[in-house]
């Protein structure tokens, strides 16, 4: 009765859909296999997707029966591997355990694709905060442009871009209590590990980063610098102790991944708050309304490609 409610829900052609697939291997004991997709149901989405406000998903939907579910499942996970530790990547058996995820979602046709930034979105009209799902609409076989799409979900205004000492001091300034990560990069952009480090540690640490270019200058006179600065071989992760505290810059030791990194930054970061760990609320503008409230809806209707 339980599957018959979601056909019900869903438009006809996807019921044809589903009929023209051609039996195939459990999709989700596919991705089961690989520990970088997470399984997702009506059970735990809420408190590891809608509530979490410092990670992004890409969540991928399959049924049992689908042939092009199966098809995709190698490359899906394959691109979760890529993007492992920066974007999380889950999968969703559409059946008795996620009949309520995928009415919330719209779901109408399998395989699906879709992302999750960490922000929610207010409605103007009900003044009420969501998640607004957006759908993956390039290629299920290629797990780069996947991996593409996950990247477009992280925010790009949480690291601060320095070029001088003087912006230097600002952003210890500016960053009060918190400690200051500072990536040596020889990128001319922010790189998605970055973005998605300086997401997770929102609250906790600050982040900047410097051109290797600039970094003679910028960090010329940073007390505690045991290399010269000349010298430091890009990607360099430098701690500074938050803003008119003593103690010198540390620099980071172990390899430049996202666990290593994370683990160091954890270290070394304030405290956070448990509602702090909420998704932050912006209008349709991308203005900034506040941390997420009680009255918050689930994932919303898919939006524009990737």
């Known amino acids: ?12 052609w996807l019921v044809a859909a589903l009929l023209l697939c051609v039996a195939s291997a459990h999709t989700a004991r596919a991705l089961d296999a690989d ?15 809608i509530e979490n406000g410092r990670e992004a998903w890409v969540v991928s939907f399959g049924a049992d029966g689908c042939a092009p579910c199966a098809q995709m499942a190698p490359t899906f996970a394959k691109a979760a591997k890529h993007m492992g530790g920066i974007v999380n990547f889950g999968h969703v058996h559409v059946g008795d355990a996620s009949i309520k995820l995928a009415q919330s979602l719209g779901l109408t046709k399998v395989p699906h694709v879709v992302g999750l930034p960490a922000h929610k979105t207010l409605n103007p009209y009900t ?16 797990h780069k442009r996947i991996a593409e799409f996950a990247a477009t979900l992280l925010p790009d205004d949480r690291v601060t871009r320095i070029a001088d000492a003087d912006a230097l001091a600002r952003a210890r300034t500016d960053a009060g209590h918190l400690p200051v990560a500072v990536l ?12 998605s480090l300086a997401l997770r540690f929102r609250g906790r640490v600050a982040f900047a980063e410097v051109h290797v270019s600039d970094a003679p200058d910028v960090l010329a006179s940073v007390p505690g610098l045991e290399a010269d600065p000349a010298t430091i071989e890009p990607p360099a992760l430098l701690l500074f102790p938050p803003g008119g505290e ?19 930054l954890e ?3 304030a405290d956070a708050a448990p509602e702090d760990d909420a998704p932050e609320v912006f209008d349709a503008r991308g203005g900034k309304v506040g941390p997420s409230s009680g009255a918050s809806g689930g994932g919303g209707g898919g939006g524009g490609g990737g």
């Open 35 to 49: 520990a970088a997709v997470i399984d997702l149901d009506d059970g735990n989405w809420k408190d590891l997707v």
């Open 1 to 12: 009765r339980r599957y018959a409610r979601l056909i019900e829900m869903a438009r006809p």
């Open 127 to 142: 003044k009420k905060s969501e998640k607004i799902a957006v759908e993956y609409r390039n290629s299920t076989a290629s």
């Open 246 to 264: 003593g103690g010198d810059v540390e620099r980071h030791g172990g390899e430049m991944n996202a666990r290593s990194l994370a683990a160091y």
């Open 267 to 269: 270290s070394n970061a």
């Open 184 to 195: 040596v990069t020889a990128k001319e952009t922010t790189g998605s590990l970055f973005k």
